[in-house]
């Protein structure tokens, strides 16, 4: 597939000009209107490089390329003008808009030469991402399996969590899910340190011993630590530390935030883990919602409105028993899945993914699984 170029000149013999430089090596695309390239760029499928005129009405090259470094940044920007204008020139590299700077008339040669050197930048930039993702991606996998490894308990948690920050994120119109996502997955890290037993205390009801109560305040505090060594995740780390804080300024950390000054996703944590925990306790939706407004002034008013809109979601999931071949994205499983050999494969409450299904196939083939499955089916409301 060729990569996608986008040139801007108000003169249309200059785009002709130049598409017929670039079209055997790019997939070019033309705009005489840097306002109108700027509303049909596509987020799904960016250009690797944008060449675009200095001296354009309504809008110039310069501004023209720092809107598109804004909607498009990894984007390798170009200039071409014929005003040999160096305080322009000067400017536009200065303000890290723009890679290259070329006068017209442009030498063919030196054209093409700007071009690839830009497509390569391109290149060079988005795999870079790319392998930060899959690293960042793979190693909150690794912890999330640890976790769910040494406390069967608290994995069972985070998959049930998920689902309630996600939707919670939803309602806030977060942007950035993949993070919030990240803090669901990772909040239960510090649970590693408690004393056995002290998740199943709390899910019945059960006062916590002197020794698991000061353990458990600390457990958000010790999966900060650990998650602020993985790189770009201080906010998430920020996060996972103020899960048991109230809204009303109680809880941990035992210091002067409250309200809005908590963290958002630190809000979002204490509400979807106190309602697991709640629901742990309680036979319906509708009950553990009720026993969470004992304590209203812990939340979030914003989040507990949301809440309750959720009871509704929540009570239209059916419990169901369906073969591996009915088995479809947004089922949970509602029990663990296990080898003929009694091996655990897959840990209940856990929310089934396109990925996750084609794995249960293929333990099917190779280690031999149950026929059938049963899971929770969210159904389609009236």
Request: glycine fraction near 4%; include cysteine; hydrophobic fraction near 40%.
């Amino acid at each position: 597939m060729k990569p996608r170029i986008l040139l801007v000149d108000d003169e249309p013999n200059v785009l002709s000009a130049l598409r017929r430089q670039l079209r055997e090596q790019y997939e070019v695309d033309v705009q005489s209107s840097p306002a109108e390239a700027l509303k049909q760029l596509d987020r799904s499928k960016p250009y690797a490089a944008a060449v675009s005129d200095y001296r354009m009405p309504g809008m110039n090259g310069i501004e023209f390329l720092n809107e598109l470094k804004t909607l498009s940044p990894d984007t390798t920007r170009l200039m071409l003008t014929g005003y040999a204008d160096l305080d322009s020139a000067i400017r536009a590299v200065n303000d890290g808009n723009v890679f290259r700077f070329l006068t017209k008339p442009c030498e063919h040669d030196n054209l093409l030469q700007n071009v690839a050197d830009a497509v390569r930048q391109y290149e060079l930039v988005t795999a870079k991402r790319v392998l930060l993702e899959k690293t960042l991606k793979g190693s909150v996998d690794l912890l999330s399996e640890i976790t769910a490894m040494v406390n069967p308990h608290a994995g069972e948690r985070i998959n049930r969590v998920r689902r309630y920050v996600r939707y919670f994120a939803e309602k806030k119109d977060i942007k950035d899910l993949w993070r919030y996502d990240i803090a669901a997955m990772l909040c239960q890290l510090g649970t590693l340190i408690l004393p056995p037993g002290t998740l199943e205390t709390l899910e019945q009801g059960e006062d916590l011993s002197p020794e698991q109560a000061q353990m458990w305040e600390m457990h958000p505090v010790i999966a900060q630590s650990l998650v602020t060594k993985l790189p770009r995740l201080q906010s998430i780390a920020d996060m996972i530390a103020y899960q048991l804080k109230g809204f009303d300024g109680t809880g941990t950390p035992r210091d002067n935030l409250k309200e809005e000054d908590i963290p958002l996703g630190g809000r979002i944590l204490k509400i979807a883990l106190d309602y697991d925990m709640a629901r742990q306790r309680e036979e319906n939706p509708q009950k553990a919602f009720l026993s969470m407004e004992k304590t209203i002034e812990e939340y979030d008013p914003e989040l507990m409105y949301y809440l309750e809109g959720m009871l509704g979601v929540e009570a239209r999931y059916a419990i169901r028993t369906v073969p591996l071949q009915e088995l479809t994205p947004g089922m949970v499983l509602h029990q663990d899945v296990v080898s003929r050999q009694g091996a655990l494969l897959v840990r209940k409450s856990l929310e089934l993914t396109k990925d996750k299904i084609d794995r249960m196939h293929m333990f099917a083939e190779k280690v031999g699984i149950p026929e059938t499955f049963t899971v929770l089916v969210p159904e389609t409301a009236d």
